[in-house]
């Protein structure tokens, strides 16, 4: 249980990659005094939070109504997951994010979007708490250690962006680059982890 909670939290926590989400939100939401950017993360988090949690609680059954196999998703959670860490370690995130950014500017609300969806709450974390809580359906309260873990996950990620400015002062563009990238080269391991997981549990189950 103890390697599976670990496991579950290095996963979430670099998928959600905390530090990697203070350049992005300063670009989002530096503008504004920090008493407006604390509502904004905390707002941002509300519903980031309420779309986890919904997913770490019917997400599966999700899959069962459409006829999906846990090993299915885990190839193909994979398969998004090492795109993500690819993009992370080559720096190429805040590329991919310019159309949210552009769009946000205009908005004077950027706590659901883009900062609470996607960039919070994006497919990357979805994939992986889904199998994270099929993986948990084998331990007692595995469901309740896994929200526990999204909580803890996102109070880091509360706790980052709130002194944003500091960290980026701190470490730099290139500091936070060099983090992204390390943490990359971790959930590349994890995804490649996920695909031969599933792809092993489909030849187990057909022989």
Sequence with gaps: ?????????????VVLDP?????????????????????????ALLVAGGILFVFALFGNNLL????ISVAAFQVAAGILLLKIAID????????????????????TDISVFPLGTPLIAGPGALASI???????AIYPLGTVVILGIIAFVLLLIYGSLAIAQHITHWLGRTGINVISRVL????????????????????DVKF
């Excluded at 670990?6 to 996963?11: C, G, K, P, S």
């Excluded at 530090?19 to 707002?43: C, D, N």
């Design 88 to 107: 992370m370690v080559f720096a190429q995130r805040e590329r991919e994010t310019k159309a949210e950014e552009s769009e946000a500017q205009i908005r």
């Design 64 to 67: 069962r109504y459409l006829g």
């Design 130 to 136: 889904l199998i994270l809580q099929a993986e948990a």
């Design 1 to 13: 249980m103890t390697s599976f909670i670990v496991r579950a939290f290095l996963t979430l926590f």
């Design 184 to 203: 990359g080269i971790l959930l590349a391991a994890l995804a490649v982890q996920y695909i031969v997981d599933g792809i092993l549990t489909s030849i």
């Design 19 to 43: 530090i990697g989400l203070v350049p992005l939100f300063m670009t989002l939401a530096g503008y504004h005094s920090h008493k407006v950017q604390l509502r904004i993360i905390r707002q």
